[in-house]
T-cell receptor, first 115, second 108 residues
Framework: DTEVTQTPKHLVMGMTNKKSLKCEQHMGHRAMYWYKQKAKKPPELMFVYSYEKLSINESVPSRFSPECPNSSLLNLHLHALQPEDSALYLC??????????????FGPGTRLTVL | AQRVTQPEKLLSVFKGAPVELKCNYSYSGSPELFWYVQYSRQRLQLLLRHISRESIKGFTADLNKGETSFHLKKPFAQEEDSAMYYCALRGGSEKLVFGKGTKLTVNP
C-alpha cells in the first residue's frame, strides 16, 4: 500500500459540533503532517508528528487538536470551529531517514465546510 | 526564515513550446528544493527534488545556489502538463514551505 488515505472526503459541520478527520498510511513512514489549504492557495503546515510525538505546531488555534495514536494513524479533532476554518485539510507522511528519500506523500484531503 | 517565491501566478503556453516556471528561495542554510504538481481533481504529488537530479515527464530543475533559484523547465510542453505547480523548500526540520504556486495552461 503506497497511498495516504483520508476520511471523510467531505464534512459539513456547525460551529458547535465536534468532529474528527482521519488519516492513515501503511508505508512505514514515521513522520505525519496536517496541512490546511484554502482555495487557490498553497498548503499551509499546521502540525508535524515525528515518531508519534508532536514536533511542530505552527501556532494553530486550540480548536484544532491533533492526535497520533500509532505510527499509521493521524487524527485531527475539531471543536467550535469558525466559518473561516472551511478549507481542504491535507494529510501527508514521509520517512525520517535523513535528507534523502524524504519526500512527503499527500492524501486526497478532506473538504471541510463550517456553517 | 524560509521563503519561496513563484513570481508568476498564471502561465500560458502553446503545445510544443518550451516552458519555464520560476522559483526563487530564501534560506540561510543548505535547503532541499522540490517541485510538486496538482492536476485537476487529483492529490498533490511530487514531481522533482533537487537532490536526485532526475527528469520526470520531461521536466528538469537545477538548483542555482548563486541565484537562489530552482526553476522548472520543459523543452516541449504537452496539454497534459496543464496543472498547478508548487515549488517547496525544506530547511533543517521537517517543515515544508510552499510557494504560492503557478497555474500552467498548455493550449492546443
Amino acid at each position: 500500500d503506497t497511498e495516504v488515505t483520508q476520511t471523510p472526503k467531505h464534512l459539513v459541520m456547525g460551529m458547535t459540533n465536534k468532529k474528527s478527520l482521519k488519516c492513515e498510511q501503511h508505508m512505514g513512514h514515521r513522520a505525519m503532517y496536517w496541512y490546511k489549504q484554502k482555495a487557490k492557495k498553497p498548503p499551509e503546515l499546521m502540525f508535524v508528528y515525528s515518531y508519534e510525538k508532536l514536533s511542530i505546531n505552527e501556532s494553530v488555534p486550540s480548536r484544532f487538536s491533533p492526535e497520533c495514536p500509532n505510527s499509521s494513524l493521524l487524527n485531527l479533532h475539531l471543536h467550535a470551529l469558525q466559518p473561516e476554518d472551511s478549507a481542504l485539510y491535507l494529510c501527508a507522511s514521509s520517512r525520517l531517514a535523513g535528507r534523502v528519500y524524504n519526500e512527503q506523500f499527500f492524501g486526497p484531503g478532506t473538504r471541510l465546510t463550517v456553517l | 526564515a524560509q521563503r519561496v517565491t513563484q513570481p508568476e501566478k498564471l502561465l500560458s503556453v502553446f503545445k510544443g513550446a518550451p516552458v519555464e516556471l520560476k522559483c526563487n528561495y530564501s534560506y540561510s542554510g543548505s535547503p532541499e528544493l522540490f517541485w510538486y504538481v496538482q492536476y485537476s481533481r487529483q492529490r498533490l504529488q511530487l514531481l522533482l527534488r533537487h537532490i536526485s537530479r532526475e527528469s520526470i515527464k520531461g521536466f528538469t530543475a537545477d538548483l542555482n545556489k548563486g541565484e537562489t533559484s530552482f526553476h522548472l523547465k520543459k523543452p516541449f510542453a504537452q496539454e497534459e502538463d496543464s496543472a498547478m505547480y508548487y515549488c517547496a523548500l525544506r530547511g533543517g526540520s521537517e517543515k515544508l514551505v510552499f510557494g504560492k504556486g503557478t497555474k500552467l495552461t498548455v493550449n492546443p
